[in-house]
């Protein structure tokens, strides 16, 4: 009759054995176990299992681990020359499952979670105020107006800025360029100088470096008189 250990399970010390605690789409993680014999008595004849969503992916054994014996297994799917881990492939959910399985006495302990991702922090840019008219203004004198841009969002943006449409529009205080951290915010002065009696306009532009997306304000005038 075989000695049926009385250790089991085998002390499976789960090392990151899922993912991080935060991490985001995209991001590398490297599922680790360690898995210990503690006990008293003859080896522990074992295989390992590594499931993703409940499919298998991984399988290490059947292999002998004796007592105060241990050993560490590291999930990858990575190529020749890329650091260990595997890519988190999108921002759902997904279950992390390790399976031990005795094969002498049939004995299995599971550990499973479900991970999920961040929601990746990004820039947003904002214009304010959302329109402005510059109303009437005589040929020969200006009109001045601020803007104010602002990082609404969690992350750095960075882009240019500039103004598309009339001449007689221009960006007083020599902004070509933001980068803004997160909640942080910069004046933009636009003169409105106008050399003619035609009807301006022109358009104000904050063309923010991707995922930023591109923001605009329009800049009309009532009439030159």
């Known amino acids: ?39 008293v008595g003859p080896s522990l004849n074992l295989v390992v299992k590594y499931y993703w969503d409940n499919a298998l992916k991984a399988q ?27 890519i988190w492939p999108d921002e759902q959910g997904h279950e992390i499952k390790w399976v031990i399985e005795d094969l002498d006495y049939g004995q299995s302990d599971t ?11 990004e820039p947003k840019i904002e214009l304010t105020p959302a329109e402005y008219d510059y109303g009437d203004v005589r040929v020969g004198e200006y009109k001045d107006h601020t803007f104010k841009l602002k990082n609404t969002g969690d992350a750095r943006a960075t ?3 500039s103004i ?19 909640y942080d915010s910069i004046d933009i002065t636009v003169r409105f100088e106008p050399s003619s009696k035609e009807s301006k306009s022109a358009t104000l532009k904050a063309d923010g470096n991707d995922p930023v997306s591109y923001t605009h304000l329009t800049l009309p005038t009532k009439r030159i008189v």
């Open 164 to 182: 598309a449409g009339d001449p007689d529009f221009s960006i007083q205080n020599n902004v070509k360029s933001f980068d803004l951290s997160p």
């Open 60 to 86: 290490v054994g059947p292999f002998g681990l004796r007592s105060n014996g241990w050993v560490i297994f590291v999930i990858s799917d990575n190529t020749e020359g890329d650091p260990p881990g595997i």
């Open 1 to 39: 009759m075989k000695y049926n250990p009385s250790n089991w399970p085998p002390d499976p010390e789960y090392i990151n054995w899922g993912a991080p605690d935060e991490f985001y789409s995209g991001d590398r993680i490297i599922p680790l176990a360690k898995v210990s014999n503690n006990g």
């Open 159 to 161: 882009g240019s800025i």
């Open 111 to 121: 550990k499973k979670q479900t991970y999920y991702p961040k929601q990746k922090p």
